[in-house]
């Protein structure tokens, strides 16, 4: 380990996983990237959790995403809120891509275990993790554990967080839980919330339980596009107001998720930000079809959603 | 695409993805690993499905399998014997790395679909595979499409063949078919072998019925350890010996399947060659417990089970 150093404040609040902005040529689009983050930050979000799922993180090369890291910062993006991914199949990328985060100087990194291999046990999943930890070397690192079952397939049990928190404490800093239960969810806050463990629930339709139960916020999909009013909940979890506020965003959710949720985001923000090109995903993801586009448009529409200062950044 | 030449010979027959060795820090182990393609192929292999699931290919990165590859070919070990799994979760690692095995000159190469994300479409499978071909631009590129459900949870349908081959003739060669029923693999061999495209059955236990209905060999597990009785099987698989040929084979594999597949793989090789150090998996797998090692050996011996000259490669 390298000596220890003032660790950055931990991030608080609603993160977005950012969308990657493609060219025509599927090549990342890094000054699109760099003012969508912007945005996000002016809009409400706390922080950035690039190189999510939702930001096709694993159809980007280690290069293209250390790249892409760099000229955010470069860009103006603080790397104060920075919290990207960097779990990949293969240890030796997960360890690059984690060192180059923390050199950085990023706030934390979300690491989904290992993916490839099914039915692997929490011991091989244990090495996986403490490998890059003690390779990464560095007491500046603050990792988030990324369990997201219904993708990864792959799952960070309350075995695993135990045992990784008791050898790293102050490293294993929290975890995004993406599996959509909220008992699960619950447990790990109940389990890891009072030893300093940051609980963030993967979709804001559990923002206000999750609060409500010690929990840190939350990083989602929809925070894409929906910044202000997620992070409106997040702000005033304690007032009176908080279960109707909370009603609204869910309602947002919902509107958007009966589409597949990436090309969604991508088309929402291609229509509200006046700028087409943003539509692109990387194979194998392909764009929304006209019919589901007009369905998201018109029903966001409807529903007063809207993208404010999008269109000017 | 550059100019058309003369295509290496397609391989048939017995294929071994070959398990990677690794050093105790988890360094792959360049010179154990020619060592063992050697044996491989002095032992019956007609080729070496090097970086296939069973060599944790999916646990290393790009640069480490480049790597490997260009010593396996300085090692003497014939690019026309190589068919590298090059499939990647990111778009920009399957061109790189396919690529790369082209210009060494391998005979082909063995691509999963995209894995990380689920339930994707046929369209983001075929503008994948279509993508790392135009961008390889090489007419020498020998695709095989490796469908392997269980594990991917991507799968490479009758149609995305059907829509891969009749654009890319000559250029996508065959499959890898690992979704362990003999159904479609039969499907498989009904719709496409009469085209020129070249199943390949992925365990040994389907060998024999798919050398009865136009298949051209099997790329398995156990390839790695009982490559002779396999490769005997492909020979004389019109004799009217095979069935009990076919009976031996499958009766060593089941032995084998009863514990976790590459463990398994690295322990006995470790056994039969006496060098423990084979036994070492990366994380986040996990070596064999001293129980399940015993029992495996144990039974292999009873079953006459050996490794000829594996000890003095």
């Given at each position: 380990m390298k000596p220890a150093m003032a660790k950055?404040?931990?991030?608080?609040?609603?993160?977005?996983?950012?969308i990657t902005p493609f060219r025509k040529d599927y090549a990342p689009d890094a000054p699109r990237f760099v003012r969508h983050c912007r945005w996000l930050?002016?809009?409400?979000?706390?922080?950035?959790?690039?190189?999510?799922?939702?930001?096709?993180?694993?159809?980007?090369?280690?290069?293209?995403?250390?790249?892409?890291?760099?000229?955010?910062?470069?860009?103006?993006?603080?790397?104060?809120?920075?919290?990207?991914?960097?779990?990949?199949?293969?240890?030796?990328?997960?360890?690059?891509?984690?060192?180059?985060?923390?050199?950085?100087?990023?706030?934390?990194v979300l690491m989904l275990p290992p993916f490839y291999y099914k039915g692997v046990s929490d011991e091989g999943l244990y090495r996986n993790f403490?490998?890059?930890?003690?390779?990464?070397?560095?007491?500046?690192?603050q990792l988030y554990l990324y369990h997201i079952p219904p993708v990864a397939q792959v799952s960070i049990t309350l075995g695993l967080i135990e045992r990784l928190l008791s050898k790293y404490p102050g490293i294993v800093a929290g975890v995004k839980d993406s599996s959509g239960e909220w008992s699960n969810t619950k447990a790990m806050?109940?389990?890891?919330?009072?030893?300093?463990?940051?609980?963030?629930?993967?979709?804001?339709?559990?923002?206000?339980?999750?609060?409500?139960?010690?929990?840190k916020g939350c990083i989602t999909a929809t925070g894409n596009i929906n910044p202000g009013p997620i992070a409106n909940v997040y702000r005033n979890w304690r007032s009176a107001d908080a279960d109707r506020l909370q009603a609204?965003?869910?309602?947002?959710?919902?509107?958007?998720?009966?589409?597949?949720?990436?090309?969604?985001?991508?088309?929402a923000v291609a229509h509200f930000g006046n700028d087409r090109e943003w539509k692109t995903c990387r194979p194998p993801l392909v764009e929304l079809t006209a019919q589901q586009e007009e369905t998201l448009i018109t029903e966001l529409r409807a529903a007063g959603f809207d993208m404010p200062g999008l269109a000017s950044v």
């Open positions: 950055v404040k931990r991030i608080e609040g609603v993160l977005a996983p950012v930050l002016k809009s409400g979000c706390a922080g950035l959790a690039v190189f999510g799922t939702n930001s096709e993180a694993n159809s980007l090369s280690v290069s293209e995403k250390k790249s892409l890291l760099e000229k955010l910062v470069a860009g103006g993006v603080p790397a104060s809120a920075l919290m990207p991914g960097t779990g990949h199949c293969a240890l030796s990328d997960s360890i690059e891509m984690t060192r180059a985060a923390v050199e950085l100087g990023c706030a934390g403490a490998e890059v930890i003690e390779r990464v070397g560095d007491e500046r690192l806050l109940d389990a890891f919330a009072k030893e300093g463990f940051d609980v963030f629930a993967g979709s804001e339709v559990f923002l206000l339980d999750n609060m409500r139960h010690g929990g609204g965003i869910s309602a947002t959710r919902k509107i958007v998720q009966k589409q597949p949720m990436i090309p969604a985001l991508k088309a």
